[in-house]
């Protein structure tokens, strides 16, 4: 009689385990699965990024990039802490710390430490050709990462990480080590970021293959532009396996944001091999800003595997630097145009006044192509709501013709019909109307340091 337990099952068997097929027939699984040691190094670790189905590769921003493009780092505008629970599914759970601080305006570092458990399996001893319950036991790993990123001039940012983890199944321990790298380019395309980045680089863990990545992102971001009122990113990723896993993942995601305080996503990721995938299938995901804390779930659709959710709280520790003060020249031009009747009434003719001091502002806003105007067009309360909003539109959009005719690019200036809503003098008499026909102008600058 010879006897063996469960704990001598070999590594390729904990992983599929860690990805469900516990419960699966032999032909729902995917063999390159067993190829991979270590799975769960791709295990989304922000519901923020997950909610935009994984597709995060060139976002930037936040702390939330450091796991899948650490050139990201650069980035952060202030030191932030990351806490996530992923409730995976079938048991497995993951618990994830991380931290993002930045060096000066051009580099940043970024640590993270995770917990995987699968909960509690069932040993066997093999007697006779026939499995005997001998107990159970609770696999278990960790990962901890180290992260610097640095600007190569404003607009190229490279990353570079490196990672130990280590599993425990039943006392049988096995460790390893790998290697993250990143480029991201950004503002060379106005509201575009490009984002290229290699995961999971190092020697076979007991004879199998980490699962290594290339990554090619791509994210359009307008959050620069309206941020106060409403944003939207999209964001696309590829990954291309370089191990013996054949499958390619493609994910795509979206992003809206109302006022910089309320946010709605959802993605999806579309991959050969569906077990074993970051994100498998459609996401949803929410999201509040509160004053320094920020907090979000994620929902994921995973098939036959099961359904699974991340809650995350970002905390950022201290606030972002603000932008300089615009020109005192520029700041007495706004507040001129801003006082000035603008329009007649029903017309979304410019006047001549008006016309001379965009004039003025045009040539300010060449001199200063980094910045983004917003210009916000309002009606009085004669008309139906319908009218004035379709007329506020008209206001905003022939300024904004103007500036275009004085050589500012377009993606440099955004407009906003508000209809009759914020009337500066309320009333109905003309003076109190004619003040309300109207375009706001509001220039918004980068933080400093960056595009």
Excluded: C
Excluded at 13 to 18: I, K, T
Excluded at 185 to 196: D, M, N, Q
Excluded at 287 to 300: D, E, R
């Amino acid at each position: 009689m010879k006897n063996f337990s469960f704990r001598k099952i070999s590594l390729t068997f904990f992983f599929l385990m860690a990805l469900g097929p516990l419960t699966l027939r032999a032909d729902q699984t995917n063999q390159s699965a067993s190829q991979e040691a270590a799975p769960w190094l791709k295990f989304p670790d922000s519901a923020r990024a997950a909610g935009m189905g994984g597709a995060f590769g060139a976002m930037g921003e936040d702390i939330s990039t450091f796991k899948l493009n650490p050139a990201g780092l650069v980035q952060i505008d202030s030191p932030q802490l990351l806490l996530t629970h992923n409730n995976w599914f079938q048991g497995v759970a993951v618990e994830h710390l991380s931290a993002g601080i930045p060096l000066g305006e051009i580099s940043g570092l970024g640590l993270s430490f995770d917990y995987l458990s699968l909960g509690t399996v069932d040993s066997y001893t093999i007697v006779n050709g026939a499995p005997v319950p001998n107990g159970t036991f609770n696999p278990n790993g960790f990962n901890m990462g180290l992260g610097y990123g640095i600007a190569l001039g404003r607009k190229i940012d490279v990353g570079l990480a490196a990672k130990y983890f280590q599993q425990n199944i039943g006392g049988t321990i096995g460790s390893g080590v790998g290697v993250d790298a990143g480029l991201m380019a950004h503002g060379i395309i106005p509201h575009l970021s490009l984002g290229v980045a290699v995961e999971n680089v190092g020697a076979q863990l007991q004879g199998m293959n980490l699962p290594t990545v290339l990554k090619a992102a791509l994210a359009f971001k307008t959050d620069t532009i309206v941020n106060r009122l409403h944003a939207f990113n999209v964001a696309v990723d590829a990954d291309f396996p370089l191990g013996q896993a054949k499958a390619i993942a493609g994910s795509v995601g979206f992003e809206y944001w109302y006022r910089g305080t309320f946010a709605l996503r959802a993605g999806d990721q579309i991959s050969e091999n569906k077990l074993g995938s970051d994100v498998n299938g459609l996401t949803f995901g929410a999201g509040v800003n509160i004053g320094a804390f920020q907090l979000n779930y994620a929902f994921m659709s995973n098939g036959y595997v099961g359904n699974s959710n991340l809650i995350s709280l970002l905390i950022k520790l201290d606030k972002p630097a603000p932008p300089p003060p615009l020109p005192s020249p520029v700041v007495k031009l706004l507040e001129k145009i801003n006082k000035n009747i603008q329009f007649a009434f029903d017309k979304a003719d410019l006047t001549p006044e008006f016309t001379q001091e965009l004039d003025e502002l045009g040539d300010d806003l060449l001199s200063r192509p980094q910045d983004h105007v917003v210009l916000s067009g309002f009606a009085s309360e004669e008309g139906t709501e319908a009218h004035n909003q379709g007329l506020s539109e008209a206001r905003a959009e022939a300024t904004r013709t103007h500036l275009l005719s004085r050589g500012v690019p377009g993606w440099q200036v955004l407009t906003l019909g508000r209809g009759d809503d914020d009337p500066i003098v309320l009333g109905m008499t003309e003076a109190q109307l004619a003040p309300n026909r109207r375009v706001e102008i509001k220039i918004i600058q980068p933080r400093p340091g960056r595009d």
